[in-house]
């Protein structure tokens, strides 16, 4: 119960306030937090690396501690992939259950699109199928691949064969294991300065070093 000595309200840090018997008041501290007000932060929550993330950086806060995530991840512990996310203070992300719905949605549309196709009958027949060869269909059984799932080593938060050469550089799936996003993060090069495209093409291999058409556009 609360009497005159806890009126005040003396317990900080969401500290419970107890009377005592033989008068006066005693607070039971949360965990992380010590002191007669529990105004005392007696341990680092940051000591257990609780960041999901080796580019995260841990703030101890008194009996808590806060996660300042790199860009695409967030969440207490940085653990969520948010594409959207733009790097910062974690926070939480709500599950919007329509999206999934969507999702689920496309892949049945996708996998009667792999049936009607006779997708089912050609797996396994060592021919690479193309109409076949999509994440719906199983990749065509993998005979695209010469039995190799070209994703099996891929561990991107995101499913890199959706985004597979689509024109856009997608730097999670932009490494051997997910096949380099398709090279859609490689620059595509400029063409070669018309003022020496003609000459370069002339003097090409000719033994000597024209220093304007000694470049990749060249």
Same mark, same amino acid.
């Given at each position: 119960?609360?009497?005159?000595?806890? +009126?005040?309200?003396?317990?900080?840090?969401?500290?419970?306030?107890?009377?005592?018997?033989?008068?006066?008041?005693? !607070?039971?501290?949360?965990?992380?937090?010590?002191?007669?007000?529990?105004?005392?932060?007696?341990?680092?929550?940051? &000591?257990?690396?609780?960041? &999901?993330?080796?580019?995260?950086?841990?703030?101890? *806060?008194?009996? +808590?501690?806060?996660?300042?995530?790199?860009?695409?991840?967030?969440?207490?512990?940085?653990?969520?992939?948010?594409?959207?996310?733009?790097?910062?203070?974690?926070?939480?992300?709500?599950?919007?259950?329509?999206?999934?719905?969507?999702?689920?949605?496309?892949?049945?549309?996708?996998? *009667?699109?792999?049936?009607?196709? $006779?997708?089912?009958?050609?797996?396994?027949?060592?021919?690479?199928? &193309?109409?076949?060869?999509?994440?719906?269909?199983?990749?065509? $059984?993998? +005979?695209?691949?010469?039995?190799?799932?070209?994703?099996?080593?891929?561990?991107?938060?995101?499913?890199?064969?959706?985004?597979?050469?689509?024109?856009?550089?997608?730097?999670?799936?932009?490494?051997?294991? !997910?096949?380099?996003?398709?090279? +859609?993060?490689? *620059?595509?090069?400029?063409?070669?300065?018309?003022?020496?495209?003609?000459?370069?093409?002339?003097?090409?291999?000719?033994?000597?070093?024209?220093?304007?058409?000694?470049?990749?556009?060249?």
């Amino acid at each position: 119960f609360s009497g005159y000595d806890c +009126d005040s309200d003396p317990c900080q840090n969401g500290g419970i306030c107890r009377m005592l018997e033989a008068g006066g008041y005693r !607070c039971e501290c949360p965990r992380g937090t010590a002191g007669s007000t529990c105004e005392i932060d007696s341990l680092n929550e940051c &000591e257990s690396s609780p960041c &999901e993330h080796n580019e995260a950086i841990c703030q101890d *806060k008194m009996g +808590d501690y806060a996660c300042y995530c790199p860009p695409k991840r967030t969440g207490k512990n940085c653990e969520i992939y948010d594409r959207s996310f733009p790097g910062g203070l974690g926070r939480s992300v709500e599950i919007n259950n329509n999206v999934q719905t969507v999702y689920d949605s496309d892949l049945a549309m996708q996998r *009667k699109r792999c049936e009607i196709n $006779g997708c089912p009958s050609k797996r396994g027949n060592r021919r690479c199928d &193309e109409e076949c060869n999509t994440y719906a269909c199983d990749f065509d $059984g993998q +005979d695209c691949s010469l039995g190799i799932n070209p994703w099996a080593n891929c561990t991107a938060p995101i499913r890199c064969w959706e985004v597979f050469m689509d024109g856009v550089c997608n730097q999670d799936c932009n490494n051997p294991q !997910c096949l380099f996003d398709g090279r +859609d993060c490689e *620059k595509s090069l400029q063409p070669c300065n018309p003022i020496y495209d003609a000459y370069c093409q002339k003097h090409y291999a000719n033994g000597y070093c024209d220093y304007g058409c000694n470049n990749a556009e060249c």
